[in-house]
């Protein structure tokens, strides 16, 4: 009885071994999570952001902890909240629709830590704790679009610029009419060209009448 006990108990044993449905270590599970999603970001941490109440007209600032991965800016209550698989996000920002980046001049707002999103008709006022950290966070952004680029101008101030945008602009204003001219020009001296009565080499010159 003792030795039918045993093997049964043995095989139990193996068999939960070799059972994957278990729960794995919730603790394990988690730090694993964390860790992925940690690598995925290019830029995260706290910010405070201006919120406007809709009803009331009153604006006020909250503390959000904002997430940049890949080309959308995500934003939560706090930062437990961006690991936790049942929590979404209470808002979300994707790059393309980034218009510009500047350093901000709200009167509420100390310009060297704060800056402004331009989306659409839509405009997100942010501050960070620093200079130096909101300057991270607008050319992280910046490069998030893959079109804009943040340069700071000669007050101090932070401005974005699309290159790509002003060099398309400037091909079809200048690049069509230098088309358009040399096009033009090489038609008018074909056209000259043309026009010349040819000259006879083998004649002899004309005496000079006078």
């Keep these: 009885m003792w030795f039918d006990a045993l093997v049964e108990a043995v095989d139990m044993v193996q068999d939960t071994a070799d059972d994957s449905g278990l729960p794995p270590d919730e603790d394990a599970a988690r730090e694993k999570l964390q860790g992925e999603i940690k690598a995925s970001l290019s830029k995260a941490g706290a910010l405070s952001k201006l919120t406007g109440n809709r009803l009331t007209g009153l604006t006020s600032w909250k503390t959000r902890f904002f997430a940049l991965s890949g ?22 920002v994707n790059m393309q629709t980034i218009s510009s980046i500047k350093s901000s001049n709200h009167p509420e707002v100390e310009w060297k830590r704060a800056f402004e999103l331009k989306v659409g008709e839509r405009t997100y006022v942010l501050q960070a704790d620093t ?10 952004i910046a490069a998030s679009t893959g079109k804009l680029e943040v340069e700071q101008a000669s007050d101090g101030t932070w ?36 026009s010349m009565t040819p000259m006879d080499i083998t004649a002899a010159p004309v005496a000079n009448q006078e």
């Design 71 to 92: 080309s959308v800016l995500s934003y939560y209550e706090k930062e437990g909240d961006l690991y936790n698989e049942d929590m979404d996000a209470l808002g979300t």
């Design 159 to 194: 401005v974005s610029k699309n290159p790509k945008a002003q060099l398309n602009k400037r091909l079809s204003t200048y690049g069509a009419g230098a088309k358009k001219r040399a096009t033009r020009g090489r038609r008018s001296v074909a056209k000259k060209r043309t």
């Design 131 to 140: 200079a130096e950290d909101a300057v991270e966070w607008m050319i992280s």
